[in-house]
Each structure stands twice: as C-alpha cells, then as structure tokens.
C-alpha cells in the first residue's frame, strides 16, 4: 500500500497511541504473519485504520516501527551490561561473559526469536525488512566492543587482525546457537545458555589473546 501519512501526530497522547498500536502489531504479526489485516491490529489497539496510517502510513512502515522497537527493547539489556562491565571491570573475559549474557537475555526472549523468524521469512519480498533487522541490531554494542578490542590491541593483550570479523565469530558462539534452534522450534535451555556463553568467550579469547 501507497504511503498516505502527511505529519505523523505528536504530543504525549499520540506517543501513548503509537506505543499501543506497535504492541497490537507485534502481536498480530507474530500470531498471523505479515499478511494479516490493519482491521484486525486497529481493533486489537483500540484504534481506528485512519489512526494506524496517520501514524505510519502503511503497514510495511509499522511492521519496520515493530522491528526497531523490539531490537531497540532487546538490546538495552546488553548496552547496559556493557557499558556497567567496563566501569566495574578490567578483566576482558568479564566484560565479555557479562555482555554475551546480556544478548542472550535481550535477543533470545520467545517474542524476538519469534519476530526474526518472520523478518527472514518476509525479507526475500521486502529486503527493507532484514535491513532494518540489520540496521537496528547489536551496532552500537559492536561499536563499543570494538573500541575496547582496539584499547586491548594497543595493550598488547589481544591479537585480531579483523575486529569486524571477530565480533561476528563471538555471535556465533554465545548468540546465533538461539537463532538455529527456534528454526526447528526448540529453545536453548537456561544452563546449556550460560555454557555457550561461558566455552565460547573462552574460545574466542583463546584465539585472540596475543599470548597465545
């Protein structure tokens, strides 16, 4: 559908009405998938269709609004353990178990898992959807995470020649073992969670310390 919102409202109430409409949204996307109707997601948040596109415009824009909130919720969790880890700790494994964790905690609950699952089903019609997934995923953690790896380098204490690189391979062991589960509608118990935090941040500075 066409774009058809002129100035999106603003104002306390009208944050109140977005809020509630991106809370419907998640829901019904999540039950239905991406073909479900803006009639059912305007009664579900007690809101009128014209109210739904006075605030997005379409519904391609509220399932993208849908996307950065979720992310955005997701990921306070391991900002805020980030950034607590590297003011209470100079220990680098620290720092990295504590922030794993906080992925795990943020992007591994059932509603996320759940809303990445129907990005990537929807994202070969609407490539904007899995660049907004992208856009709003762990950046400003990764960007933190890299500052502290380029402090470490200069320290002598690591060794990576490609950050970018080494990051996405600490996904892989702490995060990305969630996303290969719920595929086949499985979730990763709490203990087998803290293991692959805890080998995986082991592995990775096992193969990055420069004393290695």
Known sequence: MTDVRGRAPTGERADLKRRAIVEAAREVFLARGFEAGIDLIAQRADVSKVTIYNHFGSKRELFLAVVHDALEEALEQPKSALRTSLEESDD?????????????????????????????????????????????????????????????????????????????????????PHFAHIAYGERIDEKRADELVDRGVDMFLGYYSARR
């Not at 660049?131 to 709003?136: E, T, V």
């Not at 320290?155 to 702490?174: F, K, M, N, R, S």
């Open 92 to 176: 680098i494994r620290e720092v990295l178990v504590r922030t794993a964790r906080g992925w795990v905690a943020g992007m591994a609950q059932p509603q996320v898992l759940a809303l990445r699952t129907l990005v990537a089903s929807e994202a070969q019609r609407f490539p904007e959807l899995g660049a907004a997934w992208k856009a709003n995923g762990p950046g400003p953690t990764s960007a933190v995470l890299a500052e502290e790896f380029r402090r470490r380098i200069d320290l002598g204490e690591l060794d990576i020649p490609d950050i970018e690189l080494a990051l996405v391979q600490l996904y892989a062991l702490v995060l990305y």
